[in-house]
């Protein structure tokens, strides 16, 4: 009779033993995942830094009951906000296509091209069966050393985590999670799981299921406009594969520092007219001075030879944009700040009366 009550309790002081280990490492997997990638982890756009590709992890656009998908419909909105601002210039669609029933790949590409993404600038992965799949694949196969990653938090937080061990320079936008208590506690404890199997796949070497032969992705090259600048090396350019076209709702411009000097400028810049051959500055709709969109107090670092990108608003300026030829101007500091006078670099480019061709 004691013989199995001793064997019983063996048993129970084994299970609870692994239960206790299991929960131990669940906690310090999560902890070190989470301590290594939240920083890197953004909630906005206008913050994120630019990017060549964004990896869009898919998901079913309909739910359970088949409805639309919060998930699916937020991470869409979340790529479309980031490529309309110039953050990033492709979108990478990842995602499961088992079957010829369901393909969510081609669910991400026509919901971005219904939100104003060009067809062109969308690439589909078929192989994204799971998160590592996708990551690593946006690497061997599309060449991918830097990324943005779109997800919900959570989710962003792992595949960032599975960048970095795949020597990918990554940053993640947060898609928004509208979810009720009991949903957002599974769907966490799901997380959790998920990243305890993450850990044990890179311990363990697992690959893709498929990679396959590469495929380049091309650069962007910004359409040719007039730049000069008062000092050699620092260059604006509008980035636009064609030329401006009215309606024009926002410029992204780049600034260039090719310098060795570390180089200080605010954030306003200052957009000129043609008429006739005087250039006729636009001036900016008072009721925005001041505001969180036009800020004269902020001030930003452009490091040796590196590049920022800005997406300047025109609703803020009095006049709407009608076609003809402006001039962007942006004034600027280099160091050693006592010693040196302001620069100013500026950028021509023209806006036309052309439609948008149709998608």
């Given at each position: 009779?004691?013989?199995?009550?001793?064997?019983?309790?063996?048993?129970?002081?084994?299970?609870?033993?692994?239960?206790?280990?299991?929960?131990?490492?669940?906690?310090?997997?999560?902890?070190?995942?989470?301590?290594?990638?939240?920083?890197?982890?953004?909630?906005?756009?206008?913050?994120?830094?630019?990017?060549?590709?964004?990896?869009?992890?898919?998901?079913?656009?309909?739910?359970?009951?088949?409805?639309?998908?919060?998930?699916?419909?937020?991470?869409?909105?979340?790529?479309?906000?980031?490529?309309?601002?110039?953050?990033?210039?492709?979108?990478?669609?990842?995602?499961?296509?088992?079957?010829?029933?369901?393909?969510?790949?081609?669910?991400?590409?026509?919901?971005?091209?219904?939100?104003?993404?060009?067809?062109?600038?969308?690439?589909?992965?078929?192989?994204?069966?799971?998160?590592?799949?996708?990551?690593?694949?946006?690497?061997?196969?599309?060449?991918?050393?830097?990324?943005?990653?779109?997800?919900?938090?959570?989710?962003?937080?792992?595949?960032?985590?599975?960048?970095?061990?795949?020597?990918?320079?990554?940053?993640?936008?947060?898609?928004?999670?509208?979810?009720?208590?009991?949903?957002?506690?599974?769907?966490?404890?799901?997380?959790?799981?998920?990243?305890?199997?993450?850990?044990?796949?890179?311990?363990?070497?697992?690959?893709?299921?498929?990679?396959?032969?590469?495929?380049?992705?091309?650069?962007?090259?910004?359409?040719?406009?007039?730049?000069?600048?008062?000092?050699?090396g620092v260059s604006l350019t509008v980035i636009e594969p064609d030329s401006l076209r009215i309606?024009?709702?926002?410029?992204?411009?780049?600034?260039?520092?090719?310098?060795?000097?570390?180089?200080?400028?605010?954030?306003?810049?200052?957009?000129?007219?043609?008429?006739?051959?005087?250039?006729?500055?636009?001036?900016?709709?008072?009721?925005?001075?001041?505001?969180?969109?036009?800020?004269?107090?902020?001030?930003?670092?452009?490091?040796?030879?590196?590049?920022?990108?800005?997406?300047?608003?025109?609703?803020?300026?009095?006049?709407?944009?009608?076609?003809?030829?402006?001039?962007?101007?942006?004034?600027?500091?280099?160091?050693?700040?006592?010693?040196?006078?302001?620069?100013?670099a500026r950028v021509e480019f023209q806006v036309t009366q052309k439609p948008h061709a149709p998608?």
């Amino acid at each position: 009779m004691n013989k199995p009550i001793a064997a019983l309790k063996k048993i129970c002081f084994w299970i609870a033993l692994t239960a206790a280990a299991a929960l131990i490492f669940t906690i310090g997997v999560n902890y070190n995942v989470n301590h290594k990638t939240e920083s890197r982890i953004y909630n906005a756009a206008d913050s994120v830094p630019h990017n060549k590709v964004a990896l869009l992890l898919g998901t079913s656009p309909l739910n359970r009951y088949g409805n639309p998908n919060s998930y699916f419909t937020n991470r869409i909105n979340t790529a479309a906000a980031l490529f309309h601002a110039g953050k990033v210039d492709y979108i990478l669609a990842s995602g499961d296509n088992h079957t010829r029933q369901y393909d969510e790949p081609t669910a991400m590409r026509d919901s971005l091209i219904a939100h104003g993404v060009p067809a062109d600038r969308v690439i589909l992965d078929y192989a994204g069966f799971r998160t590592l799949d996708s990551v690593v694949r946006a690497k061997d196969v599309f060449g991918c050393d830097s990324l943005t990653i779109i997800s919900q938090a959570d989710h962003c937080a792992r595949a960032l985590y599975l960048a970095q061990s795949a020597g990918i320079h990554a940053v993640a936008v947060a898609a928004p999670l509208r979810a009720g208590r009991a949903v957002r506690i599974r769907l966490a404890l799901r997380e959790w799981l998920a990243r305890d199997k993450m850990i044990l796949d890179l311990w363990t070497g697992k690959k893709p299921r498929f990679l396959g032969e590469k495929i380049e992705i091309p650069d962007i090259t910004p359409n040719p406009m007039t730049s000069y600048s008062t000092r050699d090396g620092v260059s604006l350019t509008v980035i636009e594969p064609d030329s401006l076209r009215i309606p024009v709702d926002s410029i992204i411009i780049e600034f260039v520092n090719d310098t060795d000097k570390e180089i200080l400028f605010g954030e306003d810049y200052l957009i000129e007219r043609d008429n006739a051959g005087t250039w006729t500055k636009i001036r900016v709709n008072p009721e925005y001075i001041g505001s969180d969109i036009i800020t004269h107090a902020i001030g930003y670092r452009l490091a040796p030879h590196s590049s920022c990108r800005h997406t300047d608003k025109t609703r803020v300026y009095s006049k709407a944009f009608s076609p003809g030829k402006y001039r962007l101007s942006k004034s600027f500091i280099v160091e050693p700040w006592s010693e040196n006078g302001s620069d100013t670099a500026r950028v021509e480019f023209q806006v036309t009366q052309k439609p948008h061709a149709p998608l």
